[in-house]
């Protein structure tokens, strides 16, 4: 049994505030400053350039794509982190339609975050003419994998309504058609049980800094299916992704397996930081994690509806979903910025989209009865009806 109080004690999160936008950036885990104060100290400042062997520091990034591969259901050896995610989205392409020559079409939806589908539409444009990117409606993916497809390129969950593809479904339908698949589990990876290897998916990519807590710009992650390790065509060809980095050999040769995925220098301070984050996962079991995260779920919709007149985005089948809980508000960004000035942070994402994100590894029921009875004294009184509110910030 997973204990939640105790996953709860090991973040810092800010005194009065109550947090729902971990979905976006996770909060800080206790241990993270001293684990990259020593990495700075200890690592960094007393073994100097020797650290890279002494601490470690080059195995890092096979050792915490290990530990991600446990919570996105892969074998150790078959994911890497590095790079960010709009860098992985492109290599997992690029390779994915090297592996399936004679197709042309790269399959997503209309949901999908824009990084993805700037990074094909980037790809396409060094590839002779005759690719294409086609994007769809996210229901109606399924009835558009047809036989001229060469990859899916699909986030699991669509980051502003919080609807979830069925990962399994439609991998078998992409290979019953002759695809391959990419997963983007941005908004999965640590927001419940991902089965990359039993689902059959081709490539899987994510990041660490939502759901998994790794801080701003942590390093993002990428999963290749064993068939494929030895056959995928590194298009980004970094030096260490080389077969021995240190021959520095003037002609590239991949390195074995998912090591060929690894591009530049690793981000040795980020990797800290996420080696920390990934403590707080030890001993968590997912499967106790997203019965939590519906249960937490489903009480901030009842108290929403009962309160409100904000609109569900995201599907009420808890299959159909992840861990966010969306509304829907012409008034959305004032409403959110009123929320987030009386301590309740959420996000919003345009048009009209208030976002809360459900992370059971430090929230309680209090925190959602909280967020929503602000949420509604907001939306009774008109405290968002100001004009410092309705005024757009220019990061949010
Ligand atoms: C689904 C999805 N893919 C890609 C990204 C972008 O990743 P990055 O900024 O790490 O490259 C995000 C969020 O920023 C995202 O939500
Ligand atoms: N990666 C982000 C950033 O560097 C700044 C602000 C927000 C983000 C995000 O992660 C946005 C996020 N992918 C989303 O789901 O909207």
Redesign the pocket.
């Known amino acids: 049994m997973t204990d939640f109080t105790r996953t709860r004690a090991l973040f810092d999160l800010p005194q009065g505030i109550t947090y729902l936008d971990g ?3 996770g909060p800080l885990p206790t241990a993270t400053a001293d684990r990259v104060a020593r990495t700075v100290t200890q690592e960094w400042g007393a073994q100097l350039i020797s650290a890279w062997n002494t601490a470690d520091w080059m195995a890092m990034p096979r050792a915490l794509g290990d530990r991600i591969g446990r919570l996105i259901g892969a074998e150790p050896g078959q994911t890497v982190i590095g790079d960010t995610l709009s860098i992985k989205v492109f290599q997992a392409l690029a390779a994915a339609l090297h592996l399936n020559p004679g197709r042309r079409v790269i399959l997503s939806d209309t949901g999908n ?1 824009p990084t993805d589908l700037y990074m094909a539409e980037g790809l396409l444009k060094l590839l002779p003419d005759g690719f294409e990117l086609r994007t769809v409606p996210p229901e109606d993916v399924a009835q558009n994998i047809t036989e001229d497809i060469a990859v899916t390129l699909l986030t699991e969950v669509d ?1 502003r309504t919080g609807r979830r593809h069925d990962m399994g479904a439609l991998t078998r339908l992409a290979h019953d058609n002759g695809a391959l698949t990419i997963w983007d589990l ?2 999965s990876a640590g927001a419940f049980p991902v089965h990359v290897a039993q689902g059959g998916a081709d490539f899987a990519v994510g990041c660490t ?2 759901y998994l807590n790794a801080g ?1 710009g942590a390093p993002a992650f990428i999963y290749v299916a064993p068939r494929h390790a030895e056959h995928a065509e590194p298009a980004l060809a970094g030096w260490l992704g080389h077969k021995a980095p240190f021959a520095f050999d003037l002609n590239y040769i991949p390195g074995a397996g998912i090591e060929r995925m690894r591009v530049g220098t690793p981000p040795v301070l980020q990797m800290a930081a996420l080696e920390a984050a990934l403590d707080v996962w030890e001993g968590v079991d997912l499967d106790a994690l997203r019965a939590r995260s519906l249960e937490l779920a489903d009480r901030l919709v009842a108290a929403v509806e009962a309160s409100t007149d904000l609109a569900l985005a995201t599907p009420r089948d808890p299959a159909m979903r992840g861990s966010q809980v969306s509304f829907r508000h012409p008034q959305g960004y004032a409403i959110m910025q009123a929320l987030i000035a009386a301590g309740v942070i959420g996000d919003f ?1 345009a048009p009209d989209i208030l976002r809360f994100g459900i992370t059971p590894l430090y929230l309680s029921e209090g925190d959602i009865d909280h967020a929503a009875a602000t949420l509604a004294q907001i939306l009774d009184s008109r405290a968002w009806d100001r004009p410092e509110y309705r005024a757009r910030k220019p ?1 949010t």
Request: proline content about 8%; overall charge positive.
């Open positions: 979905n976006s950036l975050f980051y941005a908004h800094y939502k701003p994402r990061v």
